[in-house]
């Protein structure tokens, strides 16, 4: 559960962020809408067993409540590695965003050195993960991780242009340098105004 609520913040931060910052606009009114997920892929290392976005839609800026629950057979350790695909339709068929500066479908090499960054080593984990006792950095250890229902305030963001209106398809892969551990599927739908 450690890694699958970084795994979906990280989704998240795919579909807000994207090309260069000259390309971004703030968005004040925007939706997201038809959230879904599922794991994918046949590891069973990483398995996110529940996870609850509400309301649908979502409103940007406004409130948003997430409650998650995961079960990990293995301890993961330094180097994870994370693979995000994410695909924007196109009316007749599916095109992949590619990667620009770290953002979108990209490959992001040992992400322990991220959360690292994040939050250095020492430091309380930031909130909600603090409070329920999720750590926040490598290595994790196996067990069931559970977020109960958990609101977060959603502020007014900067949103690439060519990414605030569509259907999208996320894939998430972590893997460490041997083979997949885990792998998380989900789709939504942007319209901002």
């Not at 795994?7 to 000259?22: D, I, K, R, T």
């Not at 004040?28 to 994918?40: D, G, Q, T």
């Not at 994410?86 to 479908?105: D, H, I, Q, T």
Request: aromatic fraction near 8%; charge should be negative.
């Amino acid at each position: 559960m450690k890694t699958v609520a970084m795994l979906a913040l990280s989704m998240l931060g795919v579909v807000v962020l994207g090309e260069s910052q000259h390309d971004w606009r703030e968005i004040n009114n925007a939706k997201v809408s038809k959230f879904s997920w599922e794991n994918c892929g046949t590891a069973e290392e990483v398995v996110l067993n529940t996870l609850s976005v509400s309301p649908d839609p979502i409103n940007i800026p406004g409130r948003v409540t997430v409650s998650a629950s995961g079960n990990m057979s293995v301890e993961l350790r330094a180097p994870l590695n994370v693979k995000v695909i994410l695909k924007k339709s196109a009316r007749f068929f599916w095109w992949e965003v590619p990667c620009k500066s770290n953002v979108g479908s990209c490959y992001y090499p040992n992400i322990c050195d991220i959360l690292n960054h994040i939050t250095p080593p020492g430091n309380d984990c930031p909130e909600p993960l603090h409070t329920n006792g999720l750590p926040c950095h490598c290595p994790f250890e196996s067990g069931f991780y559970k977020l109960p229902p958990t609101d977060f305030t959603v502020p007014a963001i900067n949103f690439p242009s060519s990414l605030t209106n569509g259907d999208y398809k996320i894939e998430v892969h972590l893997s460490d340098d041997k083979k997949e551990l885990g792998c998380l599927k989900a789709t939504l739908s942007v319209h901002a105004e």
